[in-house]
């Protein structure tokens, strides 16, 4: 390893320190500069070897059950000491005496709001997301806990701003919880960043087929870098593009379900009036993505869809493709009834005879429709049912790849990165320069040492 090689500068200082002052060194004390070094080098090598191969994931959890706990107060019973002056020694110096004595006081805990997720973790929230989430869930909360109080007409300690300010504890306090209905609709997820091995991106990526796209490359052509910041409880799976927040909140939902399950995180990257060679360099910028990743990359101009693309490290080779071509397949249905109106296609299908009607009426192959029905109108009504002539981006075409989202992905495989651990890592051109300089410094320095100690050779 080249960086080991820093040990032939220790011989050389170690040498030239030796020839200059022979008589400064001992036999033994050749071996401290070679013996620390070699410690510095194995050191740095392994923090080389840990930060390059340490890269950030992101994790969807969904939330179970939420709490509300009421400010309370309780005694604290406490046995504090002290030093007291007692007299002085022989020598006139003053002694001390440590005295106890009781210090127990009323401690006031003020309000607070968390949550609990199917993963087992916990996160506090604030009063507001807490209040929503409160209405989402139906409004059906029951006492979990409670706290009797030592002083009952005590002002609520610590609740300014909240719905507690200038309240009393009264006699007992009570920790509220409100569980999750367990249904899509009420979804709401936890979403944070984590730590995982990947020795891929640290490795010589030629072995993979994979260009190295550099931050420059990315910037001048537009693609897409992770998220710097996580706010916990709302990260957006689009990118690119300002879609409705009941669009964004479906995508969001998304990862929070099957992020547990199938340790799957999502990604939808919109492309404006980009050319279908951006998708291969955004995958080859992000390296075919992190472990837990599906992104599908969707080229656009205005409405209309011009390219998709997706790419997974997951197992499942088939689902990539698949959510690659339903994109493709994301037309506008439109129906116009017999007194002229224009409806778009927007809620769930759940006859056949809707699809017999299109079939009948514009010769559409029904099997390819997405799971979408028109605004509520009678059979008999529809006159004519347009499809548009290019697959596009609208609240409808959204909400149906959410619904085919929804179903299927499911059927994500995870790969397991350790099937990589073989792959050796290389030290940046930068670290070993580093590393050769820390070595000279370390090894003169302690050379200097050796030359001045008092400890001779006097032979």
């Known amino acids: 390893m080249i960086v080991y090689g820093a040990l032939i500068v220790v011989v050389i200082i170690t040498a030239i320190f030796y020839f200059l002052n022979p008589k400064e060194y001992k036999w033994w004390e050749f071996f401290i500069p070679i013996l620390i070094t070699l410690g510095m080098i194995i050191g740095a090598k392994a923090l080389i070897d840990h930060s390059s191969i340490s890269f950030t994931e992101y994790w969807g959890e969904t939330i179970i059950s939420i709490y509300e706990e009421e400010p309370y107060n309780y005694w604290h019973s406490e046995t504090c000491s002290m030093q007291v002056a007692s007299g002085t020694d022989s020598n006139g110096n003053t002694t001390y005496t440590t005295v106890y004595y ?8 003020g309000p607070s709001w968390d949550c609990k997720t199917d993963l087992g973790n916990s996160y506090s929230m604030s ?3 807490y209040d929503s989430l409160l209405v989402v869930f139906g409004n059906k909360k029951s006492v979990f806990n409670s706290h009797k109080n030592y002083d009952s007409k005590d002002k609520a300690v610590y609740s300014k701003g909240s719905k507690f300010e200038g309240t009393r504890v009264g006699s007992i306090s009570y920790v509220y ?4 209905p367990r249904t ?9 960043k984590h730590r995982y091995e990947n020795r891929i991106k640290a490795t010589d990526l030629s072995l993979f087929n994979i260009p190295i796209v550099t931050s420059e490359q990315a910037d001048s052509m537009g693609l897409f870098n992770y998220p710097e910041s996580v706010d916990k409880f709302y990260m957006p799976t689009i990118l690119g593009q300002n879609v409705s927040p009941t669009v964004q909140a479906n995508f969001t939902k998304l990862n929070a379900k099957f992020g547990p399950s199938n340790e799957l995180r999502l990604w939808v990257l919109v492309f404006e009036d980009k050319p279908a060679i951006t998708a291969t360099y955004q995958e080859n910028y992000w390296v075919k993505g992190n472990k837990n990743e599906l992104v599908i990359c969707i080229g656009k101009k205005g409405q209309e869809i011009q390219w998709a693309h997706a790419f997974s490290w997951g197992l499942n080779g088939t689902l990539t493709s698949e959510v690659t071509s339903k994109v493709l397949e994301l037309y506008q249905y439109t129906v116009t009834t017999d007194d002229g109106q224009r409806l778009p296609i927007a809620l769930p299908i759940v006859h056949t005879s809707l699809k017999n009607v299109i079939s009948e009426v514009t010769g559409i192959d029904t099997a390819m429709l997405p799971p979408v029905l028109p605004l509520p109108v009678n059979r008999e009504k529809i006159t004519k049912t347009e499809k548009s002539k290019t ?5 409808q075409t959204w909400i149906a790849y959410y619904d085919y989202l929804n179903e299927n992905l499911g059927k994500f495989e995870r790969r397991s990165f350790e099937e990589f651990s073989y792959l050796k890592v290389s030290p940046k051109r930068w670290q070993v320069i580093l590393i050769y300089i820390l070595a000279f410094l370390i090894s003169g320095g302690l050379n200097l040492w050796v030359s001045t100690n008092e400890v001779k050779d006097y032979k």
Do not use: I, N
Not at 177 to 180: D, G, S
Not at 391 to 395: D, N, Q, S
């Open 177 to 180: 919880q409100a569980q999750w």
């Open 127 to 129: 009063e507001h997301l």
């Open 102 to 109: 009781d210090c127990s006081h009323q401690d006031d805990v």
């Open 391 to 395: 697959p596009v981006l609208t609240e």
């Open 184 to 192: 899509d609709a009420t979804r709401k997820g936890v979403f944070t």
